[in-house]
């Protein structure tokens, strides 16, 4: 799949805002963000597969990337979130929402990928602290 850009993604990277992403954005993006999403929806900017990553975006170029109910649908996981970390500046902030496995109508969409819990995103990180239950962070340089 190309990827097609309704912005102007090297002038959105040079400005002055804050350049914040949301992956898997569908039809509901919002204005202050820059919605990804595999369908040319209305208010999608970019129109990419996620499964191949980032790859259009530069090292360090993010502030925050929003995701809220998408990521259980990616066949990939480590890439993207290694995509994710590459791609966020020093300190941005990343903002994910999956549905936990218990929820009665995950079940239901056949399009989920994998089942998130409690700890899923421990995984990914590097501090440990918030959590009691401490777990192997195998992929902790993201």
């Not at 804050?18 to 202050?32: A, F, I, M, S, W």
């Not at 929806?41 to 925050?64: M, T």
């Not at 993207?80 to 020093?90: D, F, G, N």
Request: net charge negative; hydrophobic share 35%; glycine share 6%.
């Amino acid at each position: 799949m190309d990827t097609l850009f309704n912005i102007d993604l090297e002038s959105v990277l040079s400005g002055e805002q804050p350049v914040v992403l949301e992956l898997g954005c569908g039809p509901r993006q919002k204005d202050d963000r820059i919605g990804i999403d595999r369908l040319n929806l209305p208010g999608v900017d970019i129109v990419a597969d996620l499964e191949a990553g980032l790859p259009f975006l530069p090292d360090n170029s993010v502030d925050a990337i929003h995701s809220k109910s998408f990521l259980e649908h990616v066949d990939n996981l480590e890439l993207l979130m290694r995509e994710i970390a590459r791609v966020l500046k020093p300190g941005g902030k990343k903002h994910l929402f999956v549905p936990h496995f218990s929820n009665p109508y995950y079940y239901s969409d056949y399009t989920h990928q994998r089942f998130f819990g409690l700890y899923s995103f421990q995984y990914f990180s590097i501090s440990q602290t918030r959590f009691h239950r401490r777990v192997p962070n195998f992929y902790h340089d993201f």
